[in-house]
Nanobody, 119 residues
Framework: QVQLVESGGGLVQAGGSLRLSCAASGALFSINAIGWYRQAPGKQREMVAR???????EYANAVKGRFTITRDNAKNAAYLQMDSLKPEDTAVYYC?????????????WGQGTQVTVSS
């Protein structure tokens, strides 16, 4: 069974940096787009950054110029480098991926990792 596991969250002061990792494990054929989403208390989940299999990237306006998404296809992994963090970046961050396996299911989510930015 395919799983996505995030890591790298934590507590950081405003202006600091964190790097989130997302790794896919299990029997899979290929990973298409990978995205990072976040959900703050009382708010809807929102897309933060997304990268396709051809490394085309898109970012939410709120994080452009501060966050960078990358992927390592050999490791079935993706990363989110977060710089110049702000208190409003505080949220649970989720990894999402479109993964081809033997099963019809394509949409996978990780369990989430907490990012807290103190002012």
């Amino acid at each position: 069974q395919v799983q996505l596991v995030e890591s790298g969250g934590g507590l950081v002061q405003a202006g600091g940096s964190l790097r989130l990792s997302c790794a896919a494990s299990g029997a899979l054929f290929s990973i298409n787009a990978i995205g990072w989403y976040r959900q703050a208390p009382g708010k809807q989940r929102e897309m933060v950054a997304r990268i396709t299999s051809s490394a085309s990237r898109e970012y939410a306006n709120a994080v452009k110029g501060r966050f960078t998404i990358t992927r390592d296809n050999a490791k079935n992994a993706a990363y989110l480098q977060m710089d110049s963090l702000k208190p409003e970046d505080t949220a649970v961050y989720y990894c999402n991926a479109d993964i081809r396996t033997i099963n019809p299911k394509r949409d996978y989510w990780g369990q989430g990792t907490q990012v807290t930015v103190s002012s």
